[in-house]
């Protein structure tokens, strides 16, 4: 392996880190603002890396609410889609009812026939606040007069074509139309698949094989290991080759004009 390469590598390691990604799945920053937060003078968080590392209660709280399966709902209060919405505002429903500022969407009912991507993580509160009407997503509710108004949709919603309710809709399509169907009526939020979903990345800390105290280049060559290709596409960029000025910068705040292999010249 060539000694660019491993510094490349190693260079997209430190990313992936910052990333979340050894150790914190399903919900750790996107890699432009992984990016962002590096170049913004905030200080990189370390890693975690043993058994006893942080880990971030809010969101292992997601992931376990997002195992639950709730009992199936047979019947349902039949109401007009306004009878339902003027009622709901005179019930006084609001923000203050949510308990849960995000979820991560990744129900075992549809688990059981795909898992072709990672959790679907649903900003509730932000929602609910710029939308201010809870009965636009929570259209209906159980008959039960003990059953809350903010039922879970997988409450009613379960398998695709039940013989026993095929007025509705699997899970899967229940959030698809709902959720983009008003992302495309709004003309916000996104309608493409990787706006809501991400990579199913496999859990690093069971594939990464080191020994107790690695070198840096071990962990480099681990990487390249699978990510051969990502190591030889980092060899390519502007980044990596010091030409500046980027078309991502070019006019922005940040503007750099000096890159190594133009203007500037240090020992580095
Ligand atoms: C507005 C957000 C949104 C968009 C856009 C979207 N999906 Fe989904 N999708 C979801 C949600 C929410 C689920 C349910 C996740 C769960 O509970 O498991 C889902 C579930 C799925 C599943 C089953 C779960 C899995 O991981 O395999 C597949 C497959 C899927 N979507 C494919 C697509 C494809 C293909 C597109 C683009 C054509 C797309 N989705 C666009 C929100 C979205
Ligand atoms: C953009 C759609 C949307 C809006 C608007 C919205 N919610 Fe939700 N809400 C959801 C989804 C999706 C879930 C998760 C459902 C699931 O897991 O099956 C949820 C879950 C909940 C839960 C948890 C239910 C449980 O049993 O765990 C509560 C409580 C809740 N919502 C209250 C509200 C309130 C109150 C409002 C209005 C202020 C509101 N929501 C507005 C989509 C929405
Ligand atoms: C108390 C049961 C119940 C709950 C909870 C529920 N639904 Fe439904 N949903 C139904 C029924 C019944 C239908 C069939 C047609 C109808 O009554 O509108 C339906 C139909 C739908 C449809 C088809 C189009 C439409 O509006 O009729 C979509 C999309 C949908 N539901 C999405 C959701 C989502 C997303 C959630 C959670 C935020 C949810 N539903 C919660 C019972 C429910
Ligand atoms: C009734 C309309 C409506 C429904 C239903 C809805 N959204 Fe959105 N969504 C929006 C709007 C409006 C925005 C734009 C917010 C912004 O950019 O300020 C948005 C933005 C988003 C974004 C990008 C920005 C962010 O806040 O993360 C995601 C991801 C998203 N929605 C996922 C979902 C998923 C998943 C569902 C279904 C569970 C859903 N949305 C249901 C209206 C809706
Ligand atoms: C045993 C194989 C293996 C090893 C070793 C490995 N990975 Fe991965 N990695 C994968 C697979 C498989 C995926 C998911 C498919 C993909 O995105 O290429 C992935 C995905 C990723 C992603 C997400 C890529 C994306 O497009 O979202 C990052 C970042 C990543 N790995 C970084 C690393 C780093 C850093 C190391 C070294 C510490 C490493 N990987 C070691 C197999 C491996």
Same mark, same amino acid.
């Given at each position: ?9 190693? &260079? ?5 880190? =910052? ?75 609001? =923000?203050?009812? =949510? ?75 229940? &959030? ?93």
């Amino acid at each position: 392996m060539t000694r660019r390469l491993s510094v490349a590598i190693a &260079f997209l390691t430190a990313l992936a880190a =910052i990333g979340g990604l050894l150790g914190f799945q399903g919900g750790g920053s996107s890699p432009p603002a992984a990016i962002a937060a590096a170049e913004g003078a905030a200080p990189a968080p370390t890693p975690p890396q043993t058994a006893t590392a942080w880990t971030a209660p809010d969101q292992e709280a997601a992931k376990l609410r997002a195992k639950e399966l709730v009992p199936f709902v047979e019947a349902v209060m039949e109401e007009c889609d306004l009878c339902r919405q003027m009622r709901l505002r005179e019930t006084g429903l609001g =923000i203050k009812e =949510i308990t849960h500022s995000y979820f991560l969407l990744d129900s075992p009912i549809i688990r059981k026939t795909e898992d072709l991507y990672g959790p679907v993580r649903f900003k509730h509160s932000k929602h609910a606040a710029q939308l201010k009407d809870c009965a636009l997503c929570h259209h209906r509710r159980p008959l039960d007069a003990q059953a809350k108004e903010t039922t879970r949709c997988s409450a009613c919603h379960q398998e695709a074509f039940r013989p026993d309710h095929p007025e509705r809709l699997g899970l899967k399509a229940a &959030f698809h139309q709902q959720c983009t169907g008003c992302h495309q009526e709004m003309n916000k939020g996104p309608t493409d698949c990787l706006g809501c979903h991400r990579k199913n990345v496999p859990d690093h800390k069971e594939l990464v094989k080191l020994p107790e105290k690695p070198q840096p280049t071990e962990v480099t060559e681990e990487c390249l290991r699978c990510h051969k290709a990502a190591g030889e596409d980092m060899l390519k960029t502007a980044h990596w080759l010091w030409k500046g000025p980027s078309p991502y910068t070019l006019n922005r705040s940040k503007h750099v004009t000096h890159g190594k292999a133009t203007t500037a010249v240090n020992n580095f």
